[in-house]
């Protein structure tokens, strides 16, 4: 029994763990790194003027992609996708801080449609329109796929890693072409999952999955962000040291406060404290570094008076994130039964 509630608090805690990073983080959002010593709160603020408390785009495309994995019975089918995409496009409308890569795409798919004779986007349309803006470009590595690719860990949790990941994989191209930010998405998803199912911290976790020689190069970067700080990796708005200054804050905690009992709770509030100190993309890291740290430390790890403040579109609250997540973790396990 106690291993059902650990396991259902692990679940918990994805959602949670993701939206009180961009909570924390959203108020210094593209300010220098800081200190060990400067205090970090839930002050809100930021680009988007949010209120204390209140969760960033990050989350809102995250509880999007929730949605419809729930509506589809947890797969990310073509209409789940779709289902995404256009929920992107309504949320997209009114949002204050839509990425500039997704915000691009989101709008290309919008146009393609139309030129179809499609009142919305399709999930056809949005992958043709990330793949042009790769193909105009030469880049579409942003951030923006790996911030929202938890509830994909929740969905698949009960399935194969190798299924989780080639989902992830599949709905970072929605917005991202650029293979960085599919394997990105494939490893961090398979390292939340593997969190919730056994509590254990380990991102190396999806390493097999890959090709050998991308294996490697993962490898490398994963060993400088546990021997680098979050700020040694300030171009965050790039998967790659998104990731990397996500897993490097967590590391450090980790480290950090091994020998400490109760940990979790410091553990996860200093993870989170760390991300938003290495500066720039500060909510996006923090969200990143939430979801991981949220899955393996569970929901009782989160500050009660933060879990308190959280709120966000579409008019949402810490209650519903764990509705989500509950919903979501047990369609899976219908889903492999
Ligand atoms: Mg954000």
């Known amino acids: 029994m106690q291993g059902k509630i650990d396991l259902e608090d692990r679940v918990r805690g994805v959602l949670l763990g993701l939206a009180a990073g ?5 108020g210094y959002e593209f300010k220098p790194a800081m200190e060990a010593s400067e205090p ?18 990050d989350t809102s495309m995250a509880i999007v992609m929730a949605q419809a994995l729930a509506a589809f019975g947890g797969t990310a089918s073509e209409e789940a996708c779709t289902q995404m995409v256009q929920g992107w496009a309504d949320w997209a409308k009114t949002a204050p801080d839509v990425g500039v890569q997704t915000s691009a795409v989101l709008r290309a798919a919008e146009s393609l449609a139309r030129r179809g004779g499609r009142e919305l ?9 990330a793949a042009d803006a790769h193909q105009r470009t030469g880049r579409s590595g942003g951030n923006g796929s790996l911030m929202r690719t938890a509830p994909v860990a929740l969905a698949y949790l009960h399935r194969p890693v190798e299924e989780a990941y080639t989902a992830a994989v599949k709905l970072s191209a929605l917005t991202h072409f650029d293979p ?7 490893l961090w998803t398979a390292a939340i999952r593997h969190a919730v199912l056994t509590g254990q911290l380990d991102v190396r976790i999806g390493l097999g999955l890959l090709e050998p020689a991308r294996a490697g190069l993962w ?6 962000a546990e021997a680098g700080a979050p700020k040694d990796f300030g171009n965050n708005g790039w998967v790659v040291e998104a990731f990397q200054g996500a897993w490097s804050a967590i590391s450090a905690a980790t480290g950090r406060s091994a020998a400490q009992a109760p940990l979790e709770r410091q553990l996860l509030v200093e993870a989170l404290e760390a991300a938003v100190r290495g500066g720039v993309d500060t909510d996006t890291v923090a969200a990143i570094a939430g ?30 994130l764990d509705e989500l997540a509950l919903n979501l973790a047990s369609g899976s396990h219908m889903a492999s039964d």
């Open 22 to 26: 961009d909570a924390l983080g959203a």
């Open 40 to 57: 970090v709160g839930m002050i809100g603020g930021g680009l988007g003027d949010f209120a204390p408390g209140e969760w960033t785009d």
């Open 121 to 129: 986007p399709t999930a056809a349309d949005a992958i043709q329109a």
């Open 180 to 186: 960085e930010a599919a394997e990105a998405c494939g």
């Open 219 to 224: 490898e490398q970067r994963i060993g400088a």
């Open 291 to 320: 979801s991981l740290i949220g899955a393996a430390c569970g929901a009782r790890a989160i500050p009660g008076d933060w879990l308190g403040m959280l709120h966000g579109w579409p008019g949402l609250a810490a209650s519903d």
